[in-house]
């Protein structure tokens, strides 16, 4: 009984993390939030109720004008004309511009196989999982002026780490000692 709880139960011993959004449960829920908002008329009430100001949505990055003309302007290839024109009413908005870069992902990561394998460090496999989203939302005096979104909507990864002499791989030359 104890060998077969070996074979099969080691697994569950093997580590794993995750992390959540705490606003959005898919990719799918937090793109409809952003395209919900309509530029020119979409305010903090109706950013608040959807979850995305920066107190409700946990890693937000608030940007000033000066932030969005460097990421606008990023090598000055782009002119004012080549930009969509809610990016240019809050850059001719000048201080009352601001912008929130919203960062959101649901995440899993999960080492599976042999136990044992992993444990002494023969084998090891990490399969992670989940979504990433980010959203670029800019503000003039608290209207939503433009509205922009990515990101990965299917993160699937496997990595495989293989060390033919398990324990021993990483010992090399870290064990010489220089003795005078």
């Known amino acids: 009984m104890a060998f077969a709880w070996l074979a099969t139960g080691c697994g569950s011993l093997l580590p794993s993390a995750h992390t959540e959004s705490p606003t959005f449960q ?13 530029p020119s008329r979409s305010g903090m ?17 608030i940007l000033t004008q000066a932030d969005i003309v460097r990421r ?15 990016i240019v009413t809050c850059l001719n908005a000048r201080t009352a511009c601001r912008g929130w870069e ?17 444990f ?27 509205r922009g979104w990515g990101g990965q909507p299917v993160v699937n990864e ?10 021993f791989q990483d010992m090399g030359p870290s064990t010489i000692t220089n003795a005078r």
């Open 158 to 167: 496997v990595e495989v780490n293989s060390n033919p002499l398990g324990p």
């Open 72 to 86: 606008v302007f990023n090598g000055g290839v782009l002119g004012k004309d080549d930009l969509d024109p809610g």
């Open 120 to 146: 002494v460090n023969f084998k090891r496999r990490t399969e992670t999982t989940g979504w990433r989203f980010n959203a670029l939302i800019l503000l003039v005096n608290d209207v939503v002026v433009y």
């Open 45 to 61: 009430t109706e950013l608040a109720e959807r979850g995305l100001t920066p107190d409700k949505q946990p890693n937000t990055v």
């Open 26 to 38: 898919s990719f799918d829920a937090a793109r409809q939030a952003v395209e919900a908002l309509v």
């Open 102 to 118: 919203l960062n959101v992902a649901r995440i899993s990561k999960a080492r599976v196989g042999n136990f044992f394998a992993d």
